[in-house]
């Protein structure tokens, strides 16, 4: 390197390595949603922030980059002067690749390694089918999971306990520290269950059934609403009565639910529904 | 300069500049040129295109939502039909084709290959559209494999009827100072779109009458 | 020679094009469209289906469409070779003279270039004014200016409307225009599909407009099926806007890449080509093969809710999941046909204003290509949530997360090339710093979006909506204001007020950035996408985002008056080459002549050698200037 590239390069090398510390040590503070309601939630809030601190650099090393190149290297007023005629320098292209590569390598085994946890809502092995149990059990092992069915429709969802005789609700009643498998559908069009605060997100599919995990760790409400575009009152399809109880409070509620529904005629449990098939040509 | 230049066309229109010197980008040489890179990219996607529909076919059917992929009463249509419709597109095809390479040397034989590729087109056409008033099902009634079927021969369909549109002005330049026999090579090119929906017609025919 | 049918006048209409029963123009094709419109309906209503008003609007719509393209005169060509009249390759002269030429069919792609910017500035009006509405009605998180199903209606069509724009307003405007010179030829490869691939703008932009008469549609642009079946008739216009646009991505692609493949001037190989013209090159690649997709698509959209198909009917044997999967195959590829020639804009302009070579054109081109082809097995990160395939979301994870690779090839050219340079801060020049700066941005949220467990919270809410506009707005339109700033004196004769240009840019950047910026808060703080109310916790926010969305809508308008002032009223010619740069197309005169070059230029250096000791001409135009 010449002497004035040198110098170029070390004073932004020096800024950069200066604010980056700055910045990673600020976005190490942030306390990003979802926050620590479940497993997942705490997973993704981790994720949320490991981004942060990894885009901070990069952030800043761009931004300082052309600042300093447009405030260093300008053309004098009234000049018109052609710069070095520099084509490419193989071995920074060769680098840059390269800790790109890394950085995207990085970033996907970290991504690969929390979908393979079976904790984080990948179903590679889908055997987890609710089997419409009568004698309720809370799911404390994974073995042995609370199942949960999201019925999607315009616009509201309602929840199945099929561990419980299949009895519905229109709110998430959920025990603490508990493995809970949910399964998600619709019965008209396209629907997507976001429990906000337990990270969890799936869409609601007629004639799919679209299994995502949960591991509550956190009594507290949480807010459940629809994140697939479904028509007139979308924004109002949200439901902020959801709560993650304790086992004993759950054990009670359920309970009761079962109580008050013994009279009520529900439809036959289904792992999903289809809308009624449209008569056609009639 | 040949005899085969251009003549200045009939129709005059009012304020038209006089026309002075030749410019070499227009030479029917470059025109053969792009005609033949541009139904090469033309043809890709059309693959694409045709790609969509027999993704749908294969995905319903692996799918086979609500057992409703063929539905009770449902049968697959008649196979010597759809053999007479891809067998008429390959001649068609294949006439064109021949047609095609004799432009230059043989004017007539290749005309007469042409209005016999015309031909086989529009029975192909007619065979098709008796094939949809007699299909024994009907899309209305639900089912994934009818609406692929109506779907995917209609859209090859439509497209064949632009082939045969366009098959049509090739025999009508194929004359003394026609278009088809200033730019011979353009014309040839057309064959490769023809060869292009038979190749089609053959892989549906394959897949929606015996998959 | 025998015959003077052979001009000197660029690609023109020759005279059996121009009348055939009735003088074909853009009035004709007006009333014709208006005559094919009401045809189809009746045709569709009384084909006796269930639903036959739907197959009425669908048969509408195509029949006014191809008769419009009849009445501007689409049809004189194919119908002059079916009666046998002699076809001339070409003619010279236009028919039409001043502003009407621009208002017909010309062959010209200088005038389809001008024809192009302007639709493209006005559909974005009407893309911006539906913003403004959707911003009033976000002022407040339960007082609702329009009721829920109009605010819908509003949010679908500055959707459509904006991926309308983005998806052709560089390869349209600036890709049509200066392609031709930048690779040193006079023609197009095939100029009637380029002018095709205009004519069926106009016809898809009054379609969506028209969607409101009959109810609009409540499906946002990705159009997702079991909604898109309940939708009544508005829901048509988006199936036949699509199809019209996607045939003009794909017709547009075919000249394109023809052009660019065999109309080559002598010397301008492959790694000569203007980076610009790479960026095109890429984009057309997307359009052609990723268009056609979306009309198979929108076809069976069409198909379901005519003849009653059921390809999206999950009780009948379809799948929602199908239209997700066609959509998204099309739809990512779209993204990049959005923003590969924007990168190929940045990558042109920098050079030039930092008065230094492209710093790495190869890896700049490889980066560019890269992009193409990865764009192609990354469309189910929009799906990581739906429930197709779970088990390949670590793929679609890891290709998505390899595209930051390309990408971040075109940030180290823009730094190698701004290394020791001698920048001039002139407008174009900082509408591309903006654009570095704001595309950052929108790639690192990117970066948030494309994890699995990231995406599960990011997924649909206002962070992805964020996102995109940050990269289509922060980053194509920046580069669409830039390329109009530097290319306009070229393209128009006349120079914008750069002192306003100057005003604009900060305005603009500002504004864009304090509006959308709080909108990535809005996503993580529990904010879904497209609705019209939204938790009374966030009306703060969403005020300051409205507050300076109409701040960013106002510098757009100061932009329309500096277009609009510079171009009409006033009177001084630009410079041929106000920029002092090296591109050939500052080489000719201004305004420019009909026939592009007198003689085909040959090329003997690469368009960015700046500061070479010994500088070798970009183009050998011959010893005889060329004729003003």
């Known amino acids: 390197m010449t002497g004035p590239t040198r110098t170029h390069a070390l004073r932004l090398l020096i800024a950069w390595a200066v604010l980056s510390v700055v910045g990673v040590l600020l976005a190490l503070q942030l306390r990003l949603p979802p926050g620590d309601q479940s497993q997942q939630s705490i997973d993704e809030s981790g994720l949320l922030q490991l981004m942060t601190v990894i885009s901070t650099p990069v952030f800043i090393g761009v931004v300082l980059f052309v600042l300093y190149s447009v405030v260093v290297f300008r053309q004098k007023r009234g000049a018109l002067e052609d710069g070095p005629p520099s084509y490419g320098n193989f071995r920074v292209q060769v680098a840059w690749v390269a800790i790109t590569a890394v950085i995207v390598l990085i970033l996907a085994g970290i991504g690969i390694g929390e979908l393979a946890g079976r904790a984080n809502g990948t179903n590679f092995a889908s055997s987890n089918q609710p089997s419409l149990a009568t004698t309720g059990s809370v799911g404390t092992t994974e073995a042995n999971a609370l199942q949960i069915q999201v019925i999607a429709q315009q616009w509201y969802f309602t929840y199945r306990y099929p561990d419980y005789a299949g009895v519905e609700s229109l709110h998430l009643m959920l025990p603490v520290n508990a493995n809970v498998v949910i399964h998600v559908t619709s019965t008209d069009i396209l629907h997507s269950w976001w429990a906000y605060e337990l990270g969890v997100k799936a869409d609601a599919n007629p004639g799919v059934d679209n299994i995502t995990y949960l591991t509550t760790l956190r009594t507290g409400s949480f807010t459940v609403r629809c994140a697939e575009l479904c028509g007139i009152w979308h924004g109002n399809m949200v439901d902020t009565n959801g709560a993650v109880v304790s086992q004993a409070d759950f054990a009670t509620w359920v309970a009761d639910l079962q109580k008050s529904s013994a009279n009520v005629t529900l439809p036959p449990y289904s792992q999903y529904y289809f809308p009624s098939p449209r008569v056609k040509g009639t | 300069m040949s005899v085969d230049e251009p003549v200045p066309p009939p129709f005059a229109h009012r304020g038209m500049p006089t026309l002075t010197t030749r410019s070499p980008e227009w030479e029917p040489e470059v025109d053969a040129r792009l005609a033949r890179v541009g139904t090469r990219i033309w043809i890709v996607a059309d693959v694409f295109f045709f790609a969509a529909w027999f993704f749908a076919f294969f995905y319903l059917r692996a799918l086979n939502n609500n057992y409703d992929w063929l539905p009770a009463g449902t049968t697959h249509p008649t196979r010597a039909i759809g053999a007479i419709i891809v067998l008429l597109a390959i001649v068609a095809a294949g006439l064109y084709w021949a047609g095609a390479r004799a432009i230059v040397t043989q004017r007539a034989t290749a005309r007469l290959f042409f209005w016999l590729a015309l031909l086989a087109g529009v029975l192909c056409f007619v065979v098709q559209i008796y094939e949809f008033k007699n299909l024994g099902f009907d899309p209305q009634q639900g089912g994934g494999f009818p609406s692929v079927f109506i779907g995917l021969k209609g859209v090859w369909l439509f497209q064949l009827t632009g082939a045969m549109f366009w098959l049509a002005t090739q025999i009508a330049q194929a004359r003394p100072l026609g278009d088809a026999t200033i730019r011979p090579k353009s014309v040839v090119t057309f064959g490769n779109f023809m060869l292009f929906l038979a190749a089609i017609a053959l892989v549906s025919y394959v897949v929606l009458y015996f998959v | ?628």
């Open chain 3, 1 to 628: 020679m025998a015959t003077a049918t052979l001009g000197t006048g660029g690609p023109t209409l020759q005279a059996s094009e121009r009348q055939m029963v009735l003088p074909t123009n853009l009035l004709t094709g007006i009333v014709l469209a208006a005559v094919g419109y009401y045809v189809g309906v009746q045709i569709g209503n009384g084909f006796g289906f269930n639903d036959g008003l739907n197959t009425g609007v669908l048969l509408g719509y195509t029949f006014g469409s191809v008769m419009f393209l009849v009445g501007v005169g689409f049809a004189n060509y194919p119908l002059a070779r079916l009666f046998g009249w002699p076809i001339a390759p070409q003619s010279a002269g236009d028919e039409y003279r001043g502003a009407w030429r621009f208002l017909n069919l010309s062959l010209d792609h200088k005038v389809i270039g001008i024809q192009y910017l302007v639709a493209m500035l006005m559909a974005m009006f009407f893309g911006g004014i539906g913003a403004m509405l959707i911003r009033t009605n976000l002022l407040s998180p339960d007082q609702l200016v329009v009721p829920p199903d109009k605010y819908l209606v509003l949010v679908s069509m500055h959707s459509v409307m904006m991926i309308f724009v983005a998806s052709a307003a560089i390869v349209g405007p600036f890709g049509n225009f200066f392609v031709p010179y930048m690779i040193g030829t006079n023609r197009m490869a095939f100029p009637r599909l380029e002018a095709l691939s205009f004519w069926l703008v106009p016809p898809a932009i009054v379609i969506l407009l028209a969607a409101p008469l009959f109810g609009g549609f409540p499906t946002g642009w990705t159009g997702y099926a079991p909604l898109s079946e309940q939708a009544g008739q508005g829901f048509d216009s988006y199936i036949v806007g699509f199809a019209l646009i996607g045939t003009a991505l794909c017709v547009s692609g075919v000249n394109m890449l023809t052009t660019v493949i065999s109309l080559r001037a002598p010397g301008m190989t492959w790694t000569r080509l203007p980076i610009f013209v790479w960026g095109v090159f890429s984009a057309s690649i997307l359009g052609t093969f990723a268009a056609p997709i979306l009309a198979s698509a929108v076809i069976m959209q069409g198909f379901d809710r005519s003849m009653n198909t059921s390809f999206f009917i999950s009780s009948n044997g379809g799948s929602p999941y199908l239209w997700e999967n066609l959509f998204w195959f099309f739809g990512h590829p779209e993204v990049y046909i959005f923003i590969l020639p924007a990168f190929g804009i940045v990558m042109e302009l920098i050079p030039h204003f930092a008065r230094k070579p492209l710093w790495g054109y190869r890896t700049a081109v490889v980066g560019l290509l890269g992009v193409t082809l990865l764009s192609w097995f990354v469309w189910q990160h929009h799906l990581f949530v739906s429930g197709i395939a779970p088990a390949l979301r670590p793929f679609y994870m890891f290709s998505t997360e390899m595209i930051s690779i390309p990408t971040g090839i075109v940030f180290l050219v823009a730094f190698g090339t701004l290394w020791r340079a001698k920048i001039s801060m002139t407008v174009p020049m900082l509408f591309c710093l903006g654009f570095l700066f704001n595309f950052l941005i929108g790639g690192l949220s990117g970066v948030f979006l494309s994890d699995v467990p990231s995406d599960v919270t990011l997924h649909g809410s206002y962070f992805s909506m964020a996102h995109f506009h940050f990269t289509i707005v922060g980053g194509e339109i920046f580069a669409i204001v830039a390329a109009i700033y530097y290319w306009f004196p070229k393209m128009t004769g006349r120079m914008l007020n750069m002192t306003l240009g100057k005003i604009h840019f900060w305005w603009m950047m500002i504004a864009f950035n304090l509006a959308f910026m709080p909108l990535f808060a809005a996503g993580i703080l529990d904010m879904p996408r497209r609705v019209s109310t939204y938790a009374p916790s966030l009306q703060g926010l969403n005020d300051w985002v409205s507050f300076w969305a109409y701040l960013l809508f106002a510098s757009m308008l100061l932009f329309a008056v500096n277009v609009i002032w510079s171009w009409f009223f006033n009177p001084k010619v630009a410079p041929a080459d106000p920029w002092h740069v090296r591109s050939i197309e500052w080489t000719l005169p201004t305004p420019l002549p009909r026939r592009n070059f007198e003689r085909i230029p040959t090329f003997t250096s690469g368009p960015y050698d700046y500061g070479n000791p010994s500088p070798r001409p970009a183009a050998d135009l011959g010893s005889e200037p060329a004729p003003a």
